[in-house]
């Protein structure tokens, strides 16, 4: 078990690109979430999976995000067209959901994004 | 909505104080609460998750206790050391096994 796994650790783009983080769960975890921090706050929750469905989305997630989860295993998250507005920590977390309950959730180390 | 908050932001205190860490919840239907430890750059480590059913779940040096009747949650460090220093972060589930929602954190630093 290496742990939930986030690539890049950083990314600075310049405003209008697209960026694309890739978050690897832990395997056996069937629930994968992304949160989206910025300074002095906690996670806001922004989308999640169960295996390769897409179960919900935050209204914070505009058209120009999107995730996927093509196999139930690694996600990947894209903006397009990147704001300023958009630099924060992007956090990548997994679950094992069984039986009805809900594992504790384990993050990853999240990507910063800089937006400039 | 459920709203998570904790208070104070920042607590300093010297290394040795026993503390408690508060967070409180609007909306007491919760099926369980979890504590998190965030170190600057990092992502989140829980620490503990208390189920809806228990009042209190105890790791090592914590302690976490829950009273959903008044929408509260403790954190008790005993014997605070300078490893204690990071911020803690309490978040509730919006359903049975769903999403978080975190309150913003407390940021504790631990003096030597």
């Known amino acids: 078990d290496t742990g939930v796994s986030q690539d890049p650790r950083h990314k600075i783009t310049k405003r209008g690109q697209n960026v694309t983080f890739r978050c690897d769960p832990i395997s056996e975890h069937n629930r994968l979430y992304w949160y989206r921090q910025t300074l002095g706050q906690g996670p806001e929750f922004l989308t999640y999976f169960q295996n390769e469905a897409q179960l919900e989305k935050s209204r914070l997630l505009s058209d120009r995000f999107s995730a996927e989860r093509p196999k139930g295993s690694f996600s990947t998250l894209e903006i397009q067209r990147t704001e300023q507005g958009d630099s924060a920590m992007y956090l990548c977390?997994?679950?094992?959901?069984?039986?009805?309950?809900?594992?504790?959730?384990?993050f990853g180390n999240g990507t910063r994004l800089t937006v400039t | 909505k459920q709203e998570v908050t904790q208070i104070p932001a920042a607590l300093s205190v010297p290394e040795g104080e026993n503390l408690v860490l508060n967070c409180s919840f609007t909306d007491s239907a919760i099926y369980n609460l979890q504590w998190f430890r965030q170190d600057p750059g990092k992502g989140l480590t829980s620490l503990l998750l208390i189920q809806s059913s228990q009042r209190e779940q105890t790791s090592g040096r914590l302690n976490a206790s829950l009273d959903k009747s008044s929408g509260r949650s403790t954190l008790y460090i005993a014997a605070s050391q300078p490893g204690d220093s990071a911020t803690y972060l309490c978040a509730v589930p919006v359903g049975a096994n769903s999403k978080l929602t975190f309150g913003k954190g407390i940021t504790l630093s631990v003096r030597p």
């Open positions: 977390a997994s679950s094992f959901l069984r039986q009805g309950h809900n594992s504790p959730l384990h």
